[in-house]
Protein backbone atom coordinates (compact mmCIF):
# COMPACT_ATOMS: atom_id res chain seq x y z
CA UNK A 1 0.00 0.00 0.00
CA UNK A 2 1.34 3.18 -1.08
CA UNK A 3 1.66 6.12 1.34
CA UNK A 4 2.13 9.37 0.60
CA UNK A 5 3.17 11.59 4.01
CA UNK A 6 3.53 14.88 3.97
CA UNK A 7 5.46 17.55 6.35
CA UNK A 8 6.49 21.62 6.71
CA UNK A 9 3.32 23.18 7.32
CA UNK A 10 2.20 26.01 8.92
CA UNK A 11 1.58 29.73 9.21
CA UNK A 12 4.22 32.18 7.99
CA UNK A 13 4.18 36.07 7.80
CA UNK A 14 4.19 37.26 4.32
CA UNK A 15 7.57 37.52 2.90
CA UNK A 16 8.35 34.30 4.87
CA UNK A 17 9.44 31.05 3.95
CA UNK A 18 8.75 27.31 4.66
CA UNK A 19 10.10 24.07 3.23
CA UNK A 20 7.37 20.80 2.41
CA UNK A 21 8.37 17.41 2.27
CA UNK A 22 6.68 14.93 1.09
CA UNK A 23 7.68 10.80 1.65
CA UNK A 24 6.68 8.13 -0.27
CA UNK A 25 6.55 4.75 1.17
CA UNK A 26 5.02 1.32 0.18
CA UNK A 27 6.72 1.37 -3.02
CA UNK A 28 9.88 -0.58 -4.52
CA UNK A 29 10.35 1.30 -7.55
CA UNK A 30 11.13 4.51 -7.99
CA UNK A 31 8.23 7.23 -9.20
CA UNK A 32 9.04 9.15 -12.42
CA UNK A 33 6.69 11.96 -11.68
CA UNK A 34 6.64 13.96 -8.27
CA UNK A 35 4.48 16.90 -7.90
CA UNK A 36 3.21 19.42 -4.96
CA UNK A 37 -0.92 20.60 -5.72
CA UNK A 38 -2.63 22.85 -3.74
CA UNK A 39 -6.25 24.32 -2.60
CA UNK A 40 -7.76 27.40 -1.39
CA UNK A 41 -11.31 28.27 0.11
CA UNK A 42 -13.61 28.21 -2.85
CA UNK A 43 -11.22 27.40 -5.27
CA UNK A 44 -10.22 24.63 -7.48
CA UNK A 45 -7.00 22.26 -6.97
CA UNK A 46 -4.18 23.79 -8.91
CA UNK A 47 -0.99 22.18 -9.87
CA UNK A 48 2.05 23.93 -8.33
CA UNK A 49 5.03 22.61 -9.41
CA UNK A 50 5.98 19.16 -10.91
CA UNK A 51 9.26 17.42 -10.81
CA UNK A 52 10.54 14.43 -12.91
CA UNK A 53 12.80 11.51 -12.09
CA UNK A 54 15.23 12.89 -14.64
CA UNK A 55 15.01 16.49 -12.76
CA UNK A 56 12.98 18.33 -15.28
CA UNK A 57 10.69 20.56 -13.17
CA UNK A 58 7.75 22.45 -13.96
CA UNK A 59 6.25 25.16 -11.90
CA UNK A 60 2.73 27.36 -12.29
CA UNK A 61 3.69 31.07 -13.20
CA UNK A 62 2.30 32.54 -10.32
CA UNK A 63 5.37 30.98 -7.91
CA UNK A 64 8.11 31.26 -10.15
CA UNK A 65 10.81 32.49 -9.17
CA UNK A 66 10.13 32.11 -5.80
CA UNK A 67 9.25 28.54 -5.25
CA UNK A 68 11.76 25.68 -5.77
CA UNK A 69 10.79 21.44 -6.16
CA UNK A 70 13.43 19.48 -5.55
CA UNK A 71 13.53 15.19 -4.75
CA UNK A 72 15.73 12.39 -3.95
CA UNK A 73 15.29 9.77 -6.04
CA UNK A 74 16.48 6.95 -3.49
CA UNK A 75 13.96 7.86 -1.28
CA UNK A 76 10.92 8.68 -3.57
CA UNK A 77 10.96 12.15 -1.67
CA UNK A 78 10.34 14.96 -3.06
CA UNK A 79 10.26 18.66 -1.37
CA UNK A 80 8.80 22.23 -2.18
CA UNK A 81 11.71 25.21 -0.71
CA UNK A 82 8.90 28.30 -0.93
CA UNK A 83 10.23 31.66 -0.56
CA UNK A 84 8.59 35.23 -0.40
CA UNK A 85 5.34 33.96 0.34
CA UNK A 86 2.18 35.76 -0.25
CA UNK A 87 -1.31 35.44 1.29
CA UNK A 88 -2.38 33.85 -1.84
CA UNK A 89 0.06 30.97 -0.81
CA UNK A 90 -2.46 30.13 1.29
CA UNK A 91 -3.82 26.27 0.67
CA UNK A 92 -3.86 23.14 1.50
CA UNK A 93 -0.44 21.77 -0.32
CA UNK A 94 -1.19 18.32 -1.58
CA UNK A 95 1.82 15.80 -2.59
CA UNK A 96 0.93 13.61 -5.73
CA UNK A 97 3.20 11.10 -7.22
CA UNK A 98 2.90 8.84 -10.58
CA UNK A 99 -0.29 11.08 -10.82
CA UNK A 100 -2.14 8.47 -8.92
CA UNK A 101 -0.93 8.55 -5.42
CA UNK A 102 -2.17 12.11 -3.54
CA UNK A 103 -0.75 12.67 0.10
CA UNK A 104 -3.13 13.67 3.24
CA UNK A 105 -2.35 17.52 2.57
CA UNK A 106 -0.48 20.15 4.97
CA UNK A 107 -1.60 23.56 5.82
CA UNK A 108 -0.21 26.69 4.40
CA UNK A 109 -1.23 29.89 6.07
CA UNK A 110 0.58 33.01 4.92
CA UNK A 111 -0.67 35.84 7.21
CA UNK A 112 0.64 38.80 9.29
Known amino acids: QVQLVESGGGLVQPGGSLRLSCAASGIIVRINYMAWYRQAPGKERELVAG???????SYVDSVKGRFLISRENAKNTVYLQMNSLKPDDTAVYYC??????WGQGTQVTVSS
Open 96 to 101: NAANTY
Open 51 to 57: ITIRGDT
